[in-house]
């Protein structure tokens, strides 16, 4: 579709790249709000509402398909009311109406396809539909059409159908305070059983297909292989790290993650990379090789905040949401757009790019063919396309061609280094540049830990611009944080996993850098989530702020999806502060929540695995870490050193000055903190657990004693 000879719709005011990328859809679109809704209920018009996110590949296909349709466009525009809603910038709208199609059809998605009434309530939704039916599925014209017949011939029907939906979908409430006991330590095996029941013994991560890389419920195995002694849970863990980062879930050239694969194999991919994906993942690397001390684990991590270092930071120093899974290439039939064509690869394109033997070397190594190393049905575009995957270890390798290791390893570097240079005169993927809060708090945690972990400067630097940025610019002068920035504009009320997931990112970016600054932000934010979701009658705390526009339903995320919980960020960011400060309110917080979540979560505490992570932090035990800068502080970073190079999951660190204003600032944050327990000049570090404190020590073995 041509945008010169199209007019634009009403997209096109829109901040939001993904409402940008369909103004010129000859589709009638609104953005989400009130000029939409009054011209529904005035012209007694059924509302179409299409909610996905800017690199997604099926949303894309359903644009192309049916969006940039005339036909199809002017059905629409005369039958229904159409509203375009990016589920990044608007998770509240996107979590009610997702909820509904998963009550309806059992399955949810995106794009999601949902149809409304004037007053906003759903009566009928799916995910993609193709544009006529194929694959057992109606198309999308048909069920227009069906849609259209039913609401002019059976109004009633209609209204009965979604007020019956809404009470379905509507939000429990639990009454955490009174009458409710505090869960058990007992939920944290039962999960760990429901785990090894699910999981995938020959190939990592849980079911069959398709395989996302559930990085929270890998966290609480290896917190809970840690706690327990657990070797098998630490195995599921690795298993599946190990399995992912050798697979096409991982870009070898380029570093980072794809979302998720279509196989069991974790060898196909859907090629969008999102930046949460990055921040979960190199977290659980960091922390697994904190854990086994396997230096695989940290190459990875490394290599994926690099990735995002290069390739996902702005010139202001935040992050961006997201690279498309579709890219341009030149064909037989002209300029084409293309999943994955960015990432694959035929053998006769690596012949080229490579000498005879270090292709021979490299083609073993990533299982590339001449016929493809894709074994399913795909597009034409796809025929003899290779994805990058390693299906011979080194060693294999080396056996094969009778080189030693470090040779073959050295070919294998050369090699991506050519393939990377050849892949970068390519057209890149399309980057969404909306800086989200929620997702940056996220990155700014794993760069902190990298720093901490890694001993990489520019770690510390990414995670102070990101959080400096969203300090300046998406938080109001009122305090009010903001949870969408884009194109100079801050603008949506933050929803409570903007708040946690950054007040937990403040926290591990203060003990990256023992700047108060970031302490008092995140005492102010966990001000703030008190304020603005807590749910007094219910316990536990809403997505959305009392501020904030109001839906059909007001809802809680004790459930995950691709991220974690709110309410299970907003747990760990309440216990975390109120064993630094000794506030019995943060406390008392943390344990309604707590309260609150087994109603929410089903049976196998599987889509609750944050929270099941707060609660065994929660049931301790606790590892509060005070250092007293003295005079003489040659032995810090050796203590330092001590400290972050072990996993300590509950820990948190306290650093006062010697003199000065920072030193002021930590006193009076925490005021419980007492006089220093001084060693002569040294400085000295007071390890305290289950508020049991240990005498001070002043250097790196000293330290090292009191964690074995």
Same mark, same amino acid.
């Given at each position: 579709?041509?945008?010169?000879?199209?007019?634009?719709?009403?997209?096109?005011?829109?901040?939001?790249?993904?409402?940008?990328?369909?103004?010129?859809?000859?589709?009638?679109?609104?953005?989400?709000?009130?000029?939409?809704?009054?011209?529904?209920?005035?012209?007694?018009? $059924?509302?179409? *509402?299409?909610?996905?996110?800017?690199?997604?590949?099926?949303?894309?296909?359903?644009?192309?398909?049916?969006?940039?349709?005339?036909?199809?466009?002017?059905?629409?525009?005369?039958?229904?009311?159409?509203?375009?809603?990016?589920?990044?910038?608007?998770?509240?709208?996107?979590?009610?109406?997702?909820?509904?199609?998963?009550?309806?059809?059992?399955?949810?998605?995106?794009?999601?396809?949902?149809?409304?009434?004037?007053?906003?309530?759903?009566?009928?939704?799916?995910?993609?539909?193709?544009?006529?039916?194929?694959?057992?599925?109606?198309?999308?014209?048909?069920?227009?059409?069906?849609?259209?017949?039913?609401?002019?011939?059976?109004?009633?029907?209609?209204?009965?159908?979604?007020?019956?939906?809404?009470?379905?979908?509507?939000?429990?409430?639990?009454?955490?305070?009174?009458?409710?006991?505090?869960?058990?330590?007992? *939920?944290?095996?039962?999960?760990?059983?429901?785990?090894?029941?699910?999981?995938?013994?020959?190939?990592?991560?849980?079911?069959?297909?398709?395989?996302?890389?559930?990085?929270?419920?890998?966290?609480?195995?290896?917190?809970?292989?840690?706690?327990?002694?657990?070797?098998?849970?630490?195995?599921?863990?690795?298993?599946?790290?190990?399995?992912?980062?050798?697979?096409?879930?991982?870009?070898?050239?380029?570093?980072?993650?794809?979302?998720?694969?279509?196989?069991?194999?974790?060898?196909?991919?859907?090629?969008? +990379?999102?930046?949460?994906?990055?921040?979960?993942?190199?977290?659980?690397?960091?922390?697994?090789?904190?854990?086994?001390?396997?230096?695989?684990?940290?190459?990875?991590?490394?290599?994926?905040?690099?990735?995002?270092?290069?390739?996902?930071?702005?010139?202001?120093?935040?992050?961006?949401?997201?690279?498309?899974?579709?890219?341009?290439?030149?064909?037989?039939?002209?300029?084409? +757009?293309?999943?994955?064509?960015?990432?694959?690869?035929?053998?006769?394109?690596?012949?080229?790019?490579?000498?005879?033997?270090?292709?021979?070397?490299?083609?073993?190594?990533?299982?590339?063919?001449?016929?493809?190393?894709?074994?399913?049905?795909?597009?034409?575009?796809?025929?003899?396309?290779?994805?990058?995957?390693?299906?011979?270890?080194?060693?294999?390798?080396?056996?094969?061609?009778?080189?030693?290791?470090?040779?073959?390893?050295?070919?294998?570097?050369?090699?991506?280094?050519?393939?990377?240079?050849?892949?970068?005169?390519?057209?890149?993927?399309?980057?969404?540049?909306?800086?989200?809060?929620?997702?940056?708090?996220?990155?700014?945690?794993?760069?902190?830990?990298?720093?901490?972990?890694?001993?990489?400067?520019?770690?510390?630097?990414?995670?102070?611009?990101?959080?400096?940025?969203?300090?300046?610019?998406?938080?109001?002068?009122?305090?009010?944080?903001?949870?969408?920035?884009?194109?100079?504009?801050?603008?949506?009320?933050?929803?409570?996993?903007?708040?946690?997931?950054?007040?937990?990112?403040?926290?591990?970016?203060?003990?990256?850098?023992?700047?108060?600054?970031?302490?008092?932000?995140?005492?102010?934010?966990?001000?703030?989530?008190?304020?603005?979701?807590?749910?007094?009658?219910?316990?536990?705390?809403?997505?959305?702020?009392?501020?904030?526009?109001?839906?059909?339903?007001?809802? +809680?995320?004790?459930?995950?999806?691709?991220?974690?919980?709110?309410?299970?960020?907003?747990?760990?960011?309440?216990?975390?502060?109120?064993?630094?400060?000794?506030?019995?309110?943060?406390?008392?917080?943390?344990?309604?929540?707590?309260?609150?979540?087994?109603?929410?979560?089903?049976?196998?505490?599987?889509?609750?695995?944050?929270?099941?992570?707060?609660?065994?932090?929660?049931?301790?035990?606790?590892?509060?870490?005070?250092?007293?800068?003295?005079?003489?502080?040659?032995?810090?970073?050796?203590?330092?050193?001590?400290?972050?190079?072990?996993?300590? $999951?509950?820990?948190?660190?306290?650093?006062?000055?010697?003199?000065?204003?920072?030193?002021?600032?930590?006193?009076?944050?925490?005021?419980?903190?007492?006089?220093?327990?001084?060693?002569?000049?040294?400085?000295?570090?007071?390890?305290?657990?289950?508020?049991?404190?240990?005498?001070?020590?002043?250097?790196?073995?000293?330290?090292?004693? *009191?964690?074995?």
């Amino acid at each position: 579709m041509n945008p010169d000879k199209i007019q634009a719709n009403r997209l096109l005011s829109q901040k939001s790249p993904y409402l940008l990328q369909h103004a010129y859809n000859p589709v009638d679109w609104y953005p989400w709000g009130e000029e939409a809704f009054r011209k529904a209920r005035e012209t007694h018009k $059924p509302i179409f *509402l299409s909610v996905g996110y800017s690199t997604c590949h099926w949303c894309h296909v359903m644009a192309a398909e049916s969006f940039s349709n005339p036909e199809t466009a002017k059905y629409l525009n005369e039958n229904f009311v159409s509203v375009k809603v990016d589920r990044e910038e608007r998770p509240d709208i996107d979590r009610v109406y997702m909820q509904a199609v998963q009550a309806m059809t059992g399955s949810g998605g995106w794009p999601l396809s949902v149809f409304l009434t004037g007053e906003l309530k759903p009566f009928y939704g799916g995910t993609y539909f193709p544009p006529r039916g194929r694959w057992g599925k109606p198309g999308f014209f048909e069920i227009l059409s069906a849609i259209h017949e039913m609401w002019t011939s059976n109004p009633a029907g209609i209204s009965e159908s979604s007020e019956a939906l809404l009470r379905a979908i509507g939000e429990k409430r639990f009454f955490a305070d009174q009458g409710m006991s505090f869960p058990d330590e007992h *939920l944290l095996d039962e999960a760990y059983e429901n785990c090894g029941a699910a999981f995938d013994r020959s190939f990592g991560g849980f079911g069959i297909e398709p395989k996302f890389p559930q990085e929270t419920l890998l966290g609480f195995l290896l917190r809970y292989g840690y706690r327990r002694g657990n070797p098998d849970a630490l195995a599921m863990v690795e298993t599946s790290l190990r399995k992912m980062a050798l697979g096409g879930l991982r870009d070898h050239l380029g570093g980072g993650f794809h979302r998720y694969t279509t196989d069991r194999e974790w060898h196909l991919p859907h090629f969008e +990379k999102m930046l949460y994906n990055q921040a979960l993942l190199s977290r659980l690397y960091l922390e697994t090789y904190q854990v086994t001390q396997n230096s695989f684990y940290a190459a990875i991590a490394r290599e994926t905040l690099d990735y995002v270092l290069r390739d996902l930071t702005d010139d202001f120093g935040a992050f961006c949401a997201a690279e498309d899974a579709d890219s341009w290439e030149v064909s037989g039939n002209g300029r084409v +757009k293309s999943e994955g064509v960015f990432y694959v690869w035929t053998a006769a394109e690596i012949r080229d790019c490579l000498d005879k033997d270090l292709s021979e070397v490299f083609n073993f190594h990533y299982g590339i063919r001449d016929e493809g190393n894709v074994e399913t049905n795909l597009p034409e575009e796809w025929r003899g396309r290779n994805i990058l995957s390693v299906c011979q270890s080194v060693e294999a390798t080396a056996k094969r061609f009778g080189m030693s290791r470090e040779r073959v390893e050295r070919i294998l570097e050369n090699a991506r280094s050519v393939l990377s240079a050849k892949r970068a005169s390519k057209p890149r993927p399309y980057r969404d540049d909306k800086i989200l809060t929620d997702w940056n708090a996220l990155m700014i945690s794993s760069f902190s830990i990298g720093f901490r972990v890694l001993g990489d400067i520019r770690y510390q630097r990414a995670a102070m611009g990101a959080a400096d940025f969203l300090l300046a610019r998406l938080k109001r002068k009122d305090g009010r944080l903001m949870h969408r920035y884009a194109d100079g504009e801050a603008a949506i009320p933050a929803f409570l996993p903007d708040y946690a997931f950054f007040t937990c990112g403040l926290i591990d970016l203060y003990e990256a850098t023992f700047d108060p600054r970031y302490l008092e932000e995140a005492m102010s934010l966990c001000r703030e989530i008190m304020r603005l979701f807590r749910d007094a009658d219910g316990g536990g705390f809403f997505l959305t702020g009392g501020d904030s526009e109001r839906l059909i339903l007001r809802q +809680k995320d004790f459930q995950e999806g691709a991220l974690p919980s709110g309410n299970a960020a907003a747990a760990l960011a309440f216990l975390r502060l109120s064993r630094l400060s000794g506030d019995r309110e943060l406390e008392t917080n943390a344990a309604n929540i707590l309260r609150a979540f087994p109603e929410h979560c089903g049976d196998s505490g599987m889509g609750c695995a944050h929270m099941l992570t707060a609660l065994a932090a929660f049931a301790g035990p606790g590892c509060e870490i005070v250092i007293d800068e003295g005079p003489d502080n040659s032995d810090l970073e050796d203590m330092l050193r001590v400290i972050d190079s072990r996993f300590l $999951p509950e820990k948190t660190v306290l650093f006062r000055d010697l003199e000065g204003e920072n030193r002021k600032k930590i006193e009076a944050l925490f005021p419980s903190l007492g006089t220093r327990a001084r060693q002569g000049n040294k400085t000295a570090v007071t390890v305290c657990r289950n508020r049991t404190c240990l005498p001070a020590v002043v250097s790196g073995p000293e330290l090292e004693g *009191l964690f074995k």
